[in-house]
């Protein structure tokens, strides 16, 4: 249990920094670094909830249906919002409270991700 709760907490803050370098890239209107911190974060998010799913024993999920997400118009709106998500979780000790918290920032980037192919298949149309 010790070594999931440690490469939990390591994926978590791989996340938070995956998080952050994506704005920094967004910020110097780099597409490309975008991209890929964006497709890192979406990796650690989803083996955060699947190592968090693993250590959870409450497996009611119907708050997921009922969980309505501001994932903003903003690109940098949608990140900072899913980096206050991930910095939450990072504070939260509970198994739940940090699954959730991942959940939400993960439903966000998978948001930014949907965004990026519309316009990459916008681009490759035309």
């Not at 209107?29 to 968090?52: G, M, Q, S, V």
């Not at 997921?64 to 949608?78: A, F, P, S, Y």
Request: net charge positive; proline share 0%; glycine share 2%.
């Amino acid at each position: 249990m010790e070594v999931r709760r440690r490469f939990i907490r390591e994926t978590l803050q791989k996340a938070i920094l995956s998080v952050e370098r994506a704005r920094s890239a967004l910020t110097r209107r780099e597409e490309r670094a975008f991209d890929d911190h964006i497709w890192k974060t979406a990796f650690y998010l989803e083996y955060l909830t699947f190592l968090l799913s693993l250590s959870r024993t409450n497996v009611d999920d119907a708050w997921k249906k009922r969980e309505k997400l501001d994932r903003g118009v903003d690109l940098m709106i949608t990140l900072s919002l899913a980096q206050d998500s991930l910095k939450e979780a990072e504070e939260d000790d509970s198994v739940e409270g940090m699954y959730r918290k991942a959940w939400i920032a993960r439903g966000r980037i998978l948001s930014v991700q949907r965004r990026l192919d519309k316009t990459k298949a916008k681009k490759f149309k035309t």
